[in-house]
């Protein structure tokens, strides 16, 4: 089983570890935009139930 986390609060630490320290991020500004095409698909579908 997987515990549950804080996405948000783990996104959090890991900018400001990234600001800290210089270290780029494990994922970038494609895979935010990926992310939120799916979720924009997600509500899109939700609405029109395609």
Known sequence: MIE???QYRLQADA???AVLTG???ETGLD???A???AIDALFRSARTGL
């Open 4 to 6: 549950p986390v804080d």
């Open 15 to 17: 900018f400001a570890h």
């Open 23 to 25: 270290e780029l991020l």
């Open 31 to 33: 895979d935010a935009v």
């Open 35 to 37: 992310s939120m095409k």
